[in-house]
């Protein structure tokens, strides 16, 4: 399964944010403004977290929550 509009589609969202939005996979932290960095992590299927901090971090989690479900990726949204 190709995740391309996914990525897209995320990253340009995350991008619209001044927060930092970070995806953790496992054990591994992606930084959702890097198409690249999805490419290489973002696999349907998987149940990921999503952190979220900075200035606009309640806007951002709310569109991050929106797009990922949109692409029917499960994502749990952790702001501390």
Do not use: C, W
Request: charged share 20%.
């Amino acid at each position: 399964m190709s995740n391309n509009a996914a990525i897209v589609d995320i990253s340009q969202t995350a991008n619209k944010f001044r927060s930092s939005i970070v995806l953790q996979a496992e054990n591994k932290y992606i930084d959702v403004k890097s198409i690249l960095g999805l490419f290489t992590t973002l696999v349907g299927g998987h149940s990921y977290e999503l952190h979220v901090h900075g200035p606009d971090a309640t806007e951002a989690a709310t569109a991050m929550a929106e797009v990922f479900s949109k692409h029917n990726l499960d994502i749990k949204i952790v702001s501390e």
